[in-house]
């Protein structure tokens, strides 16, 4: 199976518990751009999306759930893969 190259999104709260999910995200993909509106902070990338446990982590200094985004989490678009680990958007080709 292949992945798109269509692009994908998250959307969060803009809040303070929020910061550290988006700084991680933007260090673990580059490519992602960052848009930036008075409640929501909308993060669009090309293809792939991935937020990884180990960087939020480090960024709040305590174990992180990933299951903790859902409390902040406005909408995304993309195909979900999850695990203890990482939480990845995608879409899929056959």
Known sequence: MSTSQQPVFIAFQANNDTQ???EAIQVDNPQAVLHEYPAMVKIDCPG???????????RVG???????????LISMSGELDETDDEFILQWKCA
């Open 20 to 22: 550290p999910i988006i």
């Open 48 to 58: 792939r999306l991935v937020i990884k446990r180990s960087s939020i982590e480090e």
């Open 62 to 72: 305590r174990d992180f759930d990933l299951r903790e985004i859902q409390i902040n």
